[in-house]
Structure formats: structure tokens, C-alpha cells
């Protein structure tokens, strides 16, 4: 009962009242915990790679949108911009990088191989990408094509011609046109109207078949506080979507990701109403975890933490891309808090 409260509550918030209003905590659920995945696009979609890398036994599977290999930047953010968004320094060192995954894994600093490989994973990206070369989703289908058990079956990698950087939608007549960027362009919100529904298809790829999508109107979008979950560059509050019954338990979860320039406080709910994860939540008893990052001097844009700059200023060697990164903590903790049993 008392989820149903904060639920409640949570409906309550008009915008304009967000900062006077104490906001819910992140509801208990009891999510099963085979049934929960990642999904990203950008800064979000290496922060997407970096959870399940970390904790692959806790993720049944990973979809990652233009966005390079992970730990593509090693920690430094000459490296992030020079050779994961564009290519100048060269493309990434595929073997240096699986390098450093194996000294993590004999470090205990993520996951195992044999969870690693039980992963499925779906890798897309828009071949007009100006923001992150399209060759860096190649190089990341490579990455897990190496990792993987099976990559025939495990393994599912999307291009799509003339679209730019983004979350390519299914734009219809609900959603505002301000709300929309182009689909070859980008910019704006970076929800691109491009027709794909690359929300379906990638949550089909890493849960199998799924019900047709339906309305939101019988699922409730909670917006709670992320204070008891406080990490660098994490912002106030972030966004849960419950469909109907999943209250009581037992519903699957996704994390959805977002990327630089797409937080709440710069294009407002966009992401998190419009992008398309929450119809195909609520036709299948899916839960979808919004976190949301925040600007700062460090982060101007608001990207999850991808190169190091939450650990950066006390860590020679940051271990943002570890179980030990703080922003990582941070989210296994709201999984955590939401695979909880609800309260009575």
C-alpha cells in the first residue's frame, strides 16, 4: 500500500512545483531479477555498457545506441573525444582494452567471463552520425562479438541510413512537434523522428517476443528523489514508469539511459515520456528505471559518466567503468531498491 501512496504522490507534481515539493522515494517493487536490462544511447549507451560489464550476472541483456566500445576512453577525455567520438587519434585499441578488462576481472572489478558471455546484446547506429563516428558501433559489435558465447544468436547489430546522433522514434501525433529533432540532423532533444522503433526492436532482441505495444494510460510515471543514491553528477530527482499491477511484483525491468544534453533540467521530460520504451512497458509488465544525470563545470551537457570525471579528482586511474565507479553504485543501488519487496 504504501508504493501505491508514493505512486500517488508522485502524479501529483505539476512541473512548476517540482522544487518545493518533497519528492517520493523510489518505489519498492520486487522486479525480477532475470528479467532486467540496460539500455542507452550516447554518453548513456557507454554508461549502458559499463553496468553490464560490471555486473553481467544482474543484467539478462545490454542494447547500447551510438555509442563506441566499452571503456573506449580509459580514463581520460582527450582519449573520449579524440578516438570514441571522433577518430583522429586512430580507432580504438580493440586489445588493449580487453587488456584491461582481464585485469579488472582478476582484480574482482567487474564481471566474469562466463557471465559476460551469457549476455544478449543489441548494438545500433544511425549511419549519419557526426557525433560518435559509426565505425565506433562496428568496433563495440566487435568487442562483443569476441566476449560473447554465441554471437550468431546473442549478438544483434542495427544501421540505419540517414539517421544522425540520437533515439530514433516513432513520431505520431501525441507527441509536440517542439519535442522532436530530425532525423538526419539531430540536435534539439536528439529524439529523432525517423519512424524506426528501435525501442521494440531492441527490447524483442533481449526478452524474445513481445505483446503488441499499448497506451500508458493504466501505467504511472513516478518522478522520486535520487538523494539517497547520491553519486557525482547525478541530478535531484529521476523517472520510474510502473504499468498496472507490476506494484505487487514480479514485472521485468529496464534501465533506460540517457545521453549528454538530454536530462530532465535541458529538454525536460522528452526522454522519458517519448521514447518509446513505455508502450512496450505497459503491454508487457515491464518496468522502466529513468535515471537522470546533471550538468556541471566537469560535465557541461549533463553525460553519464563515461571517461572518469566523477573519480578523476582523486584517482590517478579512475575506475568510473568498475563495480568501485560511483555513478555505477549509484544505479545497481535503484535496481537494488527496486527488486526490494514492497512495503505493507
Not at 16 to 24: D, N, S
Not at 45 to 54: D, E, F, N, P, S
Not at 79 to 102: E, H, I
Amino acid at each position: 500500500m504504501k508504493a501505491l501512496a508514493l505512486l500517488a504522490a508522485g502524479l501529483l507534481l505539476s512541473h512548476g512545483a517540482q522544487a518545493e515539493t518533497l519528492l517520493p522515494e523510489l518505489p519498492r517493487l520486487a522486479v525480477e531479477p532475470s528479467a532486467t536490462s540496460v539500455i542507452g544511447v550516447s554518453s548513456g549507451g557507454y554508461m549502458a555498457a559499463q553496468l553490464a560489464v560490471a555486473w553481467p550476472e544482474r543484467f539478462q541483456g545490454v542494447a547500447v545506441l551510438a555509442a563506441g566500445p566499452w571503456s573506449c576512453a580509459q580514463g581520460g577525455l582527450g582519449q573520449a573525444l579524440g578516438q570514441c567520438m571522433a577518430t583522429r587519434r586512430g580507432p580504438p585499441d580493440l586489445a588493449s582494452l580487453d587488456v584491461r578488462l582481464r585485469d579488472y576481472q582478476a582484480r574482482g572489478l567487474v564481471g566474469g567471463s562466463e557471465a559476460l558471455a551469457a549476455l544478449r546484446a543489441f548494438v545500433w547506429h544511425g549511419d549519419e552520425d557526426s557525433v560518435v563516428d559509426p565505425s565506433l558501433g562496428l568496433a563495440l559489435a566487435e568487442q562483443l562479438g569476441e566476449w560473447l558465447a554465441n554471437p550468431e544468436e546473442q549478438l544483434k547489430v542495427v544501421r540505419s541510413p540517414g539517421v544522425g546522433h540520437g533515439w530514433p522514434i516513432e513520431a505520431d501525433e501525441r507527441i509536440p512537434p517542439s519535442q522532436l529533432a530530425q532525423c538526419r540532423t539531430g540536435g534539439g532533444t536528439h529524439m529523432l523522428a525517423c519512424g524506426l522503433d528501435i525501442a521494440g526492436e531492441a527490447l524483442a532482441w533481449l526478452h524474445g517476443p513481445q505483446e503488441p505495444a499499448q497506451a500508458t494510460s493504466l501505467a504511472q510515471l513516478l518522478r522520486f528523489d535520487q538523494a539517497p543514491f547520491d553519486a557525482r553528477g547525478l541530478g535531484d530527482a529521476g523517472y520510474v514508469l510502473v504499468p498496472k499491477g507490476c506494484e505487487a511484483g514480479g514485472c521485468g525491468l529496464t534501465v533506460a539511459l540517457h545521453g549528454c544534453s538530454m536530462t530532465e533540467e535541458q529538454i525536460d521530460e522528452a526522454f522519458v515520456r517519448y521514447s518509446g520504451l513505455n508502450e512496450w512497458a505497459a503491454a508487457n509488465r515491464r518496468v522502466v528505471l529513468y535515471p537522470q544525470a546533471t550538468s556541471s563545470l566537469a560535465n557541461p551537457q549533463g553525460c553519464w559518466d563515461w571517461w572518469g570525471f566523477a573519480e578523476s579528482t582523486w584517482q590517478l586511474d579512475p575506475l568510473h567503468d568498475t563495480r568501485e565507479g560511483v555513478q555505477v553504485q549509484a544505479l545497481m543501488a535503484m535496481i537494488e531498491r527496486l527488486g526490494e519487496a514492497p512495503e505493507e
